[in-house]
C-alpha cells in the first residue's frame, strides 16, 4: 500500500518543523486536573493561532482544509514530537463531525470557531446511572417549552464534565412508542446554566475531572437542537461511529506509544536481567500491532476518500484499538516493575484511562454482537 499522497511529505515537513519549535519542553500537568485543564486550554489556543488545531477543518472554522490523509499525517507527527493530549477530543472527534453532518449553517458558524481555538470545551454527556451501552433505554427528558426545552435527569461518566463549558447528549422528548429510539433528541446544553449540578466522580488516580450531571429544568433554546426533533437516535448513531472509527484513536497515538515503549526495552534490556523474552515478544506483538493499525486506517482513510463509509464495520476497529491499548500500557509498566505502577507517570496515567477503553464509545460486548450480527450474519446472541 502507497501511504505517500501528493503534497503530503510537505505537509509533514511544515507540521514537525512548527512542533519542534513549538511543544513545550516540559509535559503539562494531567489534563485531568484543573491546573493541567488550563494548561491545555492554553495549548488548544496555541495551536489554533497557526491553524493546527482542526487541520481538516475548513478554513472558514479555523481549519486548514487538508484532507483525511494529511490528518493521519498531522495525528502521526503530533504525537511523534510528544505534543499534549488534546483537551478538546470530545468536541473535534465527536461534536464536530455531528454538526458537519447534521447542523444548520448557523450552528456551525457559532459552534466550530469556538471549539477550534479551545474557548469553549465540550463533553459528552450520553450515558446515564442505568443507560450505559444500552443508550436507548435513557430517562432524562427534554420538554418542550417557550422557544426552546427544559432538561431534567441524571447524566454520569462524563470525561472532563469537572471543568468542561458546555455538553451534548441526547434526550428523551416523546413517547418511546414501539421502540425505545424513537421520540429523542440531541441537544447542546452550557454546564453552566442555572439548574445544572456537576458532580465529580472518584477516579482510581484521585484526579478530580470525571464527573456526573444532575440538570433540574435547565432551559436550552430552539437553536441547540441539532436536528429534528425526535431523530436524536439516528443522529446519535453517527457520532459514534466516529467514536468507534477513526477519529476517537488515530493510528499516531499508537505508533508513538508503541516507538517509545520500544525505546523503553531496549535501555532494560542493556541491564543484567533483561533478557526476558516472553517480555521481548509482548514488545514485538506492539509494535505490530500499532503498524498494522496504522495500515487498516489508511485503507478505510481510501475508503472514506472514495466516498463510501464503514458502517458496522467501525465496530471492529473499537474492540481492537481498545484492548490493544491495554496490552500496550500493561507490558510497559512490567517492563518498568514496581516504580511503574508506582510513579505518577504518562505510562501509569494512560493504563489508567485505557482501562476504560473496552466500556467507553460502547462496551466491547455490544461491538462484539454488532459484529457477530451485522458483519457475520449471525443469530441475535444475549438481547
Known amino acids: 500500500m502507497d501511504l505517500d499522497h501528493a503534497g503530503e511529505a510537505a505537509f509533514r515537513a511544515e507540521a514537525r518543523a512548527w512542533l519542534a519549535a513549538n511543544v513545550p519542553a516540559e509535559p503539562l500537568p494531567s489534563l485531568e486536573t484543573e491546573k493541567g485543564f488550563a494548561a491545555h486550554r492554553a495549548w488548544e489556543a496555541r495551536l489554533h493561532a497557526d491553524r493546527w488545531s482542526v487541520v481538516s477543518w475548513p478554513r472558514e472554522y479555523g481549519g486548514r482544509g487538508v484532507d483525511i490523509f494529511s490528518w493521519l499525517v498531522f495525528e502521526e507527527e503530533y504525537y511523534a514530537a510528544g505534543a499534549p493530549g488534546r483537551v478538546s477530543q470530545n468536541g473535534i472527534n465527536l461534536l ?27 463533553a459528552q454527556a450520553w450515558s446515564e446511572p442505568e443507560s450505559g451501552s444500552d443508550l436507548a433505554s435513557l430517562k432524562s427528558r427534554a420538554l418542550r417549552t417557550d422557544g426552546g426545552w427544559l432538561l431534567s435527569g441524571q447524566k454520569t461518566w462524563s470525561s472532563r464534565a469537572a471543568f468542561a ?183 501509569s496515567e494512560g493504563y489508567v484511562f485505557a482501562l476504560a477503553g473496552p466500556i467507553y464509545a460502547g462496551t466491547n460486548e455490544i461491538q462484539r454482537d454488532i459484529i457477530a450480527e451485522r458483519l457475520l450474519g449471525l443469530p441475535k446472541g444475549r438481547r
Open 165 to 347: 463549558d458546555r455538553a451534548f447528549g441526547i434526550f428523551r422528548t416523546g413517547p418511546e412508542g414501539p421502540r425505545p429510539h424513537q421520540g429523542l433528541t440531541y441537544l447542546m446544553f452550557d454546564l453552566s446554566a442555572p439548574g445544572v449540578t456537576v458532580r465529580p466522580i472518584g477516579r482510581l488516580d484521585g484526579k478530580p475531572a470525571f464527573a456526573e450531571l444532575f440538570l433540574d429544568d435547565v432551559f436550552v433554546p430552539d437553536g441547540d437542537v441539532i436536528g429534528e426533533p425526535g431523530q436524536g437516535w439516528r443522529i446519535a448513531m453517527s457520532t459514534t461511529g466516529n467514536e468507534r472509527g477513526l477519529t476517537l484513536r488515530s493510528p499516531g497515538r499508537f505508533l508513538a506509544a508503541a516507538e517509545r515503549l520500544l525505546r523503553q526495552w531496549r535501555a532494560t534490556a542493556e541491564r543484567p536481567d533483561g533478557h526476558d523474552t516472553a517480555l521481548r515478544d509482548r514488545v514485538a506483538d506492539a509494535v505490530i500491532g500499532a503498524r498494522a493499525y496504522q495500515l487498516f486506517t489508511y485503507a478505510n482513510a481510501s475508503r472514506f476518500a472514495a466516498g463510501e463509509s464503514i458502517g458496522a464495520e467501525s465496530s471492529l476497529n473499537k474492540v481492537f484499538w481498545s484492548e490493544y491499548d491495554i496490552a500496550l500500557h500493561e507490558t510497559a509498566l512490567d517492563l518498568l516493575g514496581p516504580a511503574g505502577e508506582l510513579a505518577d507517570s504518562d505510562w
Open 96 to 122: 464536530a463531525p455531528t454538526l458537519f453532518d447534521h447542523a444548520t449553517e448557523e450552528q456551525r458558524a457559532r459552534v466550530l470557531p469556538a471549539m477550534a481555538s479551545g474557548e469553549v470545551i465540550w
